[in-house]
């Protein structure tokens, strides 16, 4: 069966460039895949989550719901504006919405249309009065208590960690390429031993 997923671009032909390819702006970073994981410092997949946040970073079905209020929107834009209405904590994966639409249209709370060979969703009126009685907007609490300042600098220093990496991976000698790779090696094992609190 197919899933939602793959009627947006998301289906498994579309997962971008390979590993070990810098050529896109946040393609895989050799072995060492993106470059953060899910939450404020990653970009990436939500969930994964990811989001790029996880599902308990805000409620999926509650934020579909309180968005749908304003107007119909596709899944893609979903995604989006609940990204950007959380200032960035929060960006749930096409693995956590689509199926919660699919859920929510089994259970009679939206319909959709198809439009431009995209899904289109709205509240039914069943869906509205379940709206209306939940939170105004579920994706803030993604973005309470963050320290956006921190973020950004570890944003940044990360990014230009991966930059320089990508650029001694594609312009590099086999040589410069392994030594790199020791470089992000020892970076990453230094770095866990902050947390073990070990010198």
Do not use: C
């Amino acid at each position: 069966m197919r899933s939602h997923g793959d009627d947006h671009g998301y289906g498994p032909g579309r997962r971008g460039a390979g590993r070990g390819d810098f050529g896109g702006g946040r393609a895989a970073f050799g072995p060492f895949g993106p470059p953060f994981g899910g939450g404020p410092f990653g970009g990436g997949r939500g969930g994964r989550g990811g989001g790029r946040g996880r599902a308990r970073r805000g409620d999926v079905r509650a934020s579909i719901l309180a968005l749908l209020k304003d107007r119909p929107m596709h899944g893609y834009e979903m995604i989006q504006e609940i990204g950007e209405r959380s200032g960035g904590a929060w960006k749930p994966s096409p693995g956590s919405v689509y199926p919660t639409l699919q859920l929510l249209e089994d259970e009679g709370l939206i319909t959709s249309a198809s439009e431009g060979g995209k899904k289109l969703f709205t509240l039914t009126d069943l869906g509205r009065g379940e709206a209306e009685s939940g939170p105004e907007a579920p994706w803030e609490e993604a973005g309470r208590g963050v320290d956006w300042e921190g973020v950004n600098e570890i944003r940044q220093a990360g990014f230009g960690l991966m930059e320089a990496f990508g650029q001694v991976w594609k312009t590099g000698s086999a040589d410069q390429r392994q030594k790199a790779l020791t470089v992000i090696n020892d970076a990453r094992k230094k770095l866990y031993l902050i947390l073990a609190d070990e010198d």
